[in-house]
């Protein structure tokens, strides 16, 4: 197996940026109505063994992968700042000893602002996060209780001032529009104060209604409204505007950063490099290593906490690093093989959602040809329809692509015409 950029399939050799490793942690408080990732509330007695097991599963990893380079560390969930500091502390000492982590590595945890005490945001920063990501949502306080949030508008903005009191100089937000009778005044008002407040990145999400959650039951039932999406373009318009005027760039269909503070570890997933995925319901992608092919291996581990950490207790990583070794690790619930077609096709759809588009150009260098040649229907269709546009060599989104998104992503993913 070659590193070199064409043979591996990918447009840059696959380690020479490191790793992208991402650490989910399953615990909340409690969970927001809308949710449907992979948390827990209520099983706070699990976080002593869980935490051990996924120390365990860290340390697997990196004397499995020949402790490799991180170019990012980021800690998701669920609610990372849910659980001790000193659990925090333990994990980042787990990943230091496990894989090399550049001292100047992005290394970020998302949190509640509730969580967010100067004294936790310290301990945090003390622990080796450089970056935080703050679960905002909303500054409006009727529209935080609907969201089910445990926190106020206030709470989250005195959270964002802590964080730069406790040393962050990379604060990240989350903000959420297109909600059930969300009033256009209420989100400019939201977006407003995140421009006051000096957030170095936001990131904007439209609410989707998700199958099997309790908010999309009721809308489902009429006793919620459901989303105008009409107003939620108006919205995301909006965001454009104000955010482009304060400073920040869109560099991602829902993010904005000050220049140098895009999100090194999304962008990963966004490029298509490996990224490595530990805890339950956690995804990776590896390719370029072991005797994995030239398209890599993507897989995932189980869900339910419990029989996450049982397994795990009983893991001592062995033997090559292939696709049927991975597919038989202690925690992995699935694992397949990325095929060329496969890998094609993901990297429109993931690469399309960033304002630089697909270079044509490293595109043809990691399949052997260009995305028109690969893709002759998909790219027609999308220019015809004015989605995409080609510039400076790349193929992006057109600015009404940016509302369309999904029709041009979907193009991509299933097309006939991709050998």
Avoid at 178 to 198: F, H, M, N
Avoid at 313 to 338: K, M, N, Q
Wanted: charged share 20%; net charge negative.
């Amino acid at each position: 197996m070659t590193n070199e950029a064409g043979a591996a399939g990918h447009t840059q050799p696959p380690l020479s940026g490191g790793i992208a490793l991402y650490v989910h942690i399953p615990f909340c408080e409690s969970k927001c109505p809308y949710c449907d990732f992979n948390t827990y509330a209520g099983i706070e007695s699990l976080m002593p063994p869980y935490v051990a097991a996924l120390a365990r599963e860290i340390e697997q990893w990196g004397a499995w992968l020949g402790r490799p380079t991180l170019a990012s560390v980021f800690f998701g969930g669920g609610t990372p700042s849910y659980i001790p500091t000193a659990d925090l502390q333990r994990l980042m000492d787990a990943i230091r000893a496990s894989f090399d982590l550049p001292d100047k590595a992005e290394a970020t945890l998302e949190a509640n602002p509730g969580d967010c005490s100067f004294e936790r945001l310290a301990a945090m920063r003390d622990a080796g996060f450089n970056r935080i990501s703050i679960g905002v949502q909303s500054f409006d306080d009727a529209e935080l209780a609907m969201l089910g949030r445990r926190h106020d508008a206030a709470r989250a903005a005195q959270a964002v001032r802590d964080a730069r009191r406790a040393g962050f100089d990379n604060v990240s937000i989350d903000l959420m529009f297109g909600l059930p009778e969300q009033p256009v005044a209420t989100w400019e008002r939201s977006v407003e104060q995140a421009i006051q407040l000096g957030t170095d990145h936001l990131s904007a999400y439209a609410l989707t209604l998700e199958p099997g959650t309790p908010l999309e039951a009721d809308v489902r039932l009429g006793r919620t409204p459901e989303p105008d999406p009409d107003l939620a373009a108006e919205m995301y318009l909006l965001a454009q505007a104000m955010l482009a005027e304060s400073g920040m760039q869109q560099y991602e269909i829902s993010n904005w950063a000050k220049p140098g503070r895009e999100s090194t570890h999304n962008l990963a997933y966004w490029r298509s490099l490996p990224y490595l995925g530990v805890g339950p319901g956690a995804h990776s992608y590896l390719y370029g290593m072991g005797t994995l092919d030239a398209f890599g291996v993507r897989f995932a581990n189980v869900n339910p906490p419990r029989v996450y950490i049982e397994r795990v207790d009983a893991w001592a990583a062995d033997g090559s690093l292939d696709a049927d070794a991975i597919a038989t690790a202690a925690a992995t619930g699935y694992c397949e093989p990325v095929s060329r077609r496969d890998a094609m096709a993901e990297t429109m759809m993931m690469g399309l959602r960033l304002n630089d588009g697909v270079a044509d150009a490293g595109f043809r260098e990691g399949f052997g040809e260009g995305i028109a040649d690969a893709f002759p229907a998909a790219t027609a269709d999308c220019i015809d329809l004015g989605l995409l546009e080609w510039a400076n060599g790349a193929l992006r989104l057109t600015e009404d692509g940016r509302l369309l998104g999904n029709e041009a992503f979907s193009r991509f993913v299933g097309a006939p015409d991709a050998r």
